[in-house]
């Protein structure tokens, strides 16, 4: 049985190159597949493989010093949802093209919003009310399109990098004085997106600790979240809970839907979301005229 490992931790790295070095090692003697980014700050990465091998590899990454106490977060997938193993040296985990106001110590990034565990979350809103607590999704777009908490501001940033200018925009002084919530997948870009954010004077910042995997596994779709959760491989989108309401829009018919396809055109290459009914088409409907309209 194969399983896929999400993991990230912001801790100072002695020597990138050589962690390099042991995790290229290491994931090739495991047989195991992913992307996995080093900096001075840290370590992220999501690998895929034999549900033993990646327990072997949690029990080698943790005997190094600095990831002994690393969480690693479980989700469904397999060793070819990704195409190779890429392990690589960066100025930054998560590109947002800051790397010289991350800081580091030994508990984590410096001066990031306080943490929020799912249940602290529920805790959080019950105490100062829905309307009192603003979403605010450290994704794109396009991620977001098939999945975001109820309510969520959803920003114009195409790309990571664009966060820092985003947060800069006068539309967001409306909230800069209440409490916000920072959410994305796992919870990596929220803990620099976060301390960004107090950095331009937003008050009360809040990131959800373990992103929208680790809500998922406490609350599903019976809590605040809908619809899918967008992921960089290939699975593309995974239901939160057993049931996943669609609420996206299918790019064809307008059915709703939680699936992307991918363009075959080489020249377009973009993804467009996709219902069941539709999910077969090879091109999008820029690429390609829309030639039967179904209802369901």
Known sequence: MQKVLLYYKFVPVVDSKAVQLWQQTLCEMLNLKGRIIIADHGLN???GGDIVDLKRYIR??????????????WSDGAREDFPKLSVRVRPEIVTFGVPDKI??????????GKRLK????????????KNSV????????????????????ITDAEHTRDFP???????????????????????????????????????DVYQLDGGIIKYGEVYGNEG????????FDKRVSLPIGKTAPAIGTCSYCQAPANTYGDCMN?????????????????????CRDITAVHTS
């Open 45 to 47: 990465g999501t690998v």
């Open 60 to 73: 080698n990454t943790r005997s190094h010093q600095a990831f002994k106490d690393m969480t690693f977060k």
């Open 103 to 112: 800081k580091v110590n030994g508990t984590g990034i410096v001066g990031g």
């Open 118 to 129: 799912p249940e602290e979350l529920h805790e959080l809103i019950k105490k100062q009310g």
């Open 134 to 153: 603003v979403f605010f999704d450290g994704r794109n777009a396009r991620e977001a399109a098939i999945g975001r908490f109820q309510g969520a501001v």
């Open 165 to 203: 200018r985003e947060i800069k925009k006068s539309k967001y002084a409306r909230i800069k004085n209440k409490t916000v919530v920072t959410y994305c997948t796992g919870g990596i870009r929220c803990e620099v997106l976060s301390m960004l954010m107090k950095q331009e004077g937003f008050r």
């Open 224 to 231: 605040l979240w809908q619809g899918n959760l967008y992921v």
């Open 266 to 286: 080489s020249d377009c290459n973009r993804l467009f979301i996709a219902c069941q009914v539709c999910a077969d088409r090879d091109y999008c409907p820029d």
